[in-house]
């Protein structure tokens, strides 16, 4: 039990004076009024204080809750905290911390109502608290969503805020000088005579301390850090191969492993011959696990050739073998019994087009793998009063959970260590590659367990991106759209990802309609209805989640009632649109991209706009039209997050999501034959390389009141922009992903 | 098999299966693990590493072919206190994201810039589309090379 002591909660969760010579602040009381009834439930373990400061004598460490996928969000985390402390980057460490109900995401409930994130009214305010309310009930820590900065911007510079002004206060207990005299500058209290006292030598002092509440926080014009080009405090490690990624760690007395389950995702293993795979050099056993086997070994090539030369009887898929069925399942899902929900019923679409002549298209997305190129891997240690998990995941409690009930621990012993990943994409909010780690490790107390993934199983249980299919009908006259009722079938990705996190989702699937039904554009008449096909294969969020199918299927058709009309693409959006905010960004991309300007023969420029995530965001695409193939010379976005923490890593998320939203709409697709992947590694799942890049122009804008997350609302405009942009280039308008199934790229 | 061969400067002998790639010669013998496992089947670029002065996929070089090989990794290209210009270059324009792939990156443009100091676009598309970065931080890649060709030039 002393090593559980250790690592006891206790050890992470501490009131102001509970560790010896170090302190902890947190914003649980600013944040969370004394009358607020979700309070009452806090139990034994749950400190006062919710730290994301520690000071001690040796030094400061920031915990910053939300992984690092790529995205820069621990960065961004302690640039807010350091703000308000008068720290300087370099001054401080940071630690991922252990899993915490005090972390719950403030931000994660209010995507999920089924109000526009422009609608500021008392209903829509009022379902976005009970949402939260809801989350910080479960206590839902979780990174996804674009929400890192909508959930820290406000309560990370007010723990950075309380905790300078709580060391000032023990500076001045220390000094006799009133705390309003003293100032505090790169990690220490200033006093008048121009002498300091580095807060790691008032650690002590301030943990004897109430914290200082009701901080008010800095005016944006006194900002240091915040908007201001800076490194990334990740970036040196990054460019010289010191960071270590889950994949890279070792623990003492460690075995290696692999495992190989069914390809038919939830397939069961009927049998196995596995004495080839024994005799390979280096391999130690051959477990079973769940729906497969589990290879052991002295190093992760014995473990991957060891799975390789198992001879396996896998079961059948439960979802349709083949892919052309499950386009078919789409097909016959647009039916009253079927109807998910009606997100949109402005004007009457019936009446608008009795009689008139209407145009009609249809939208196809494919399933797309996340594909991260680190594959994912966890190294777990099962022992009798702990397990020891260290891994890259996104909604650590609920690993924790699920890991205990494996292993039969409470999930607060379930020590979770986070790591940095190679990316994600939504890919580890999937916990099948660490439960099956803690299920080997499980089998073998005692050792810790690294579990690497192939490529091929990482493509083999990628659990992609849903399909969908998009319908729309509409009606123009006098140069302008006048109607247009679009419809979207799609399996609930909600459903089959939350089912396996164990998060119950009543009500309709918002993703499904995500990206089509919230744009905020004031058509004379607009419908938007939502169809939930059955269940196929296993899906999960990727980057941007429905935003992608639907939000092609919105712009896109949109974009073909325009040309229907004889109106200007450009100019008819920016017409329609009613959100001011929304409307500025359309009509800086229009400046940037100097819509309107002649093109030469085979060139042409496509336009799109797609609010996701509460971000509204417009690209333009301009393309060459060659004779080996279309070629994509350059895009312009403009955006608006209301702050931009980072300018420069804004830049580069930006930049990424238009190369993910355009990579991924060229040429990538799963699909299923036999019921498995037919798409095993990279070479036939590309995305984008960089020959294909284009320039991409990035302006952030920042008339929104609100601050939004930037990781995915890149990724849905880029297609129907593409698609759009070929239109004007070729004539040709292509509806459905991947888009080289249609035309050539160079 | 027993091979001899040097890492980063280093004489190094292995005792490992002769069909072992260098990728997990490097990661799990040699504890080198700046050099990244991505496909397995040279597709994504990440396992990049010097072989005798020039770029080669490690998972693709097996044991056998190591007895008395120069490899350089990206721990021997450079370090936090002393980059190489590559490096210094991926710094400056703040390339990485998640950076998984960006040590096999740093490595082939390395070895690109040393057989062409002063390349243009088309030569630095051709050189670095085997590459991949899932993350897409493609347009600072090619602006980030241009800046280590001026600083190896310089």
Redesign the interface.
Known sequence: MERLRRYSRRAFLVSSAAVAGGVAFGVYAVNSPPDNPLLADRGEGEAVFNPWVRIDGSGITLITPHIDLGQGAIHAQAVLIAEEMDLEIGQFATSFGQPSKAYWNTAMGAEGVPFMATDQSFAAESARAVLGGLTKLIGLQGTGGSTTMPDSFDKLRKAGATARETLKLAAAERTGIPREELKTQAGAVLLPDGSRIAYTDLAADAAMLDPVQDVPLRDPSAWRLIGKPMKRIDIVAKSTGTLAYGIDLEKPGMVHATVRTNPRQGGGLQGFDDSEARAVPGVRDVLEITGGIAVLADNTWAAFKGAGAVKYDWGPAPYPAEQANHWQALEASFTDDLLDSTWRDDGDVEAAMEGAEVVTAEYRSPYVAHAPLEPLNAIVLVEDDLVEIWAGHQLPRQLQILVGAITGHDPEQVIFHNQFTGGSFGHRLEFEFIKQTAEIANQVRGTPVKMTYTREEDFAHDFPRHIAIGRGRGFVADGKVQAMDLSVAAPSVLASQMQRAGIPVPGPDIQIAAGAWNNPYHLPNYRMRSYRAAELAPVSSWRSVGSVGAGFAFDSFLDELIHAAGADPMEERIRLMEHDVSRKVLEAVAEMSDWGSPLPPGKGRGVAFVESFAAPVAEVVEVSATERGIRIDKVWVACDVGTIVDPVNFENLVQGGVVFGLGHAINAQITYADGMAEQTNYHAHEGMRLYQCPEIFVRGLENGEQVRGIGEPPVPPAAPALANAIFAATGQRIREMPFDKHIDFI | MQATFTVNGTERQIDV?ED??LL?VL???L?L?????????A??G?CTVHLDGLAVRACQVAARELDGAEIT???G????AA?HPV?AA??EH??????????GQ?MQAASFLDLNPAPTDEE???A???????????????AAVHTAATKMGS
């Open positions: 299966p072992m790639p997990w990661r799990d013998e504890k693990t700046g050099t990244k496992y991505g496909c397995g089947i597709q994504c990440a990794t990206i721990e290209l450079g370090t936090p980059p490096q991926w710094i703040e390339v990485a994201q998640c950076g998984y792939c960006q040590s740093i630095i598309d051709a670095m589309s085997g590459n991949l970065c899932r993350c897409g931080t493609y347009s600072r890649i090619r």
